[in-house]
């Protein structure tokens, strides 16, 4: 009966067994010293348990694509919970040390997610600051109207001139006190329809509040 092979590799011509004194000796001389193996797993050990935190922020969609382990998906539904500073510590790093024994293509696919997630964060951004712009500049200037109804010629034409009417008129005047404390002015309904209708013809499907850094109230 043949013998099962050892598991190992060649160093400078000798036979190494994977789990020998040469083996753990010549993996030390490569980490470095002791304390520096430690430091490096250390550092290891905080950036998985970094990483289970943004985890408690990713879509479900992108999670559920993952195929993450029910206990690690249940450690991060019971840190969202825990409100308590000292115990959402404690529970995170339980979250870690889950972490800690996740296939490391499984780790990289969590990052990947992340990233996935903060590119479309992102988008979403700017999409949003571009529907500002168009809205701001349709409301400032008459000849925007045409390049916009160039550029997105299924408009309501009609619709959209109402809007920028109305707007118009519930402008209230510059409140140069209020300025200069850093506070928007009021603004109407028209203004925040206006910036709906903007968006949903640039296909920005951003949440419906996005627009409530302006400060609107319902007059």
Sequence with gaps: MSRKPKKGYF???????EGSEMDIQ????????????????KRESDELQDLGKELLSLR?????????PDKLVDALAEAKR???????????????????KLDPELVQAARL????????????????????????RLIADDDALAPWMAEHPTTDTQQ???????ARK????????AVSQGLAPRKGRAYRELFQLVREH???????????DEGDHDD
């Design 202 to 212: 640039m296909g920005n499907t951003g949440s419906a509040d996005a627009d409530e």
């Design 60 to 68: 479900a969609d992108l999670a559920e694509s993952l195929g993450l």
């Design 113 to 136: 997610a992340l990233e996935e997630q903060h590119k479309g964060s992102a988008t979403e951004k700017l999409q949003l600051h571009l529907t500002e712009q168009w809205r701001d």
């Design 26 to 41: 010549l993996k030390a001389e490569l980490k470095g010293t002791p304390d520096a193996s430690r430091t490096d797993l």
């Design 82 to 100: 825990i409100t308590n500073f000292e115990g959402k510590r404690r529970q995170m790093q339980y979250v870690g040390k889950i972490m800690r």
């Design 160 to 166: 959209l001139r109402a809007l920028i009417r109305q």
């Design 170 to 177: 519930d402008a209230p005047p510059a409140d140069k006190a």
């Design 11 to 17: 160093v400078r011509g000798q036979f190494v067994a």
